[in-house]
């Protein structure tokens, strides 16, 4: 069983901003798509980015291209997401996922079997 531990959440102001870590147990880490996605209050869980097993495709939602950037560590079983000019808009838990197939990029939520707690993100205006 994966499992995946968020952390860097927390409370900033608008413009700025937070790099959330996902660690992940177990060997395979580097065979698999990792995602974040995010709920707000009342909302439903929508998908935010996603990185390719070696880094060799990124894809984000259009409401956090040019902010927010994923990226991957894989010796470290650790997946990041960098997220600057953070807005109230972006306020919502943060989860990290991966998929219960290996060598599957995709950005559907549907896709993702493993998820971690999730870490709270608020932005103040």
């Known amino acids: 069983q994966v499992q995946l531990v968020e952390s860097g959440g927390g409370l900033v102001q608008v413009g700025g901003s937070l790099r959330l870590s996902c660690t992940a147990s177990?060997?395979?880490?580097?065979?698999?798509?990792m995602g974040w996605f995010r709920q707000a209050p009342g909302k439903e869980r929508e998908f935010v980015a996603a990185?390719?097993?070696?880094?060799?495709?990124?894809y984000y939602t259009d409401s956090v291209k040019g902010r927010f950037t994923i990226s991957r560590d894989n010796a470290k079983n650790t997946v990041y997401l960098q997220m600057n000019s953070l807005k109230p808009e972006d306020t919502a838990v943060y989860y990290c996922?991966?998929?219960?197939?290996?060598?599957?990029?995709?950005?559907?939520?549907?896709?993702?079997?493993?998820w971690g707690q999730g870490t709270q993100v608020t932005v103040s205006s």
């Open positions: 996922a991966r998929p219960l197939v290996s060598g599957v990029v995709t950005t559907t939520l549907y896709d993702y079997d493993f």
């Open positions: 177990g060997r395979t880490f580097s065979r698999y798509t």
């Open positions: 990185i390719s097993w070696s880094a060799g495709a990124t």
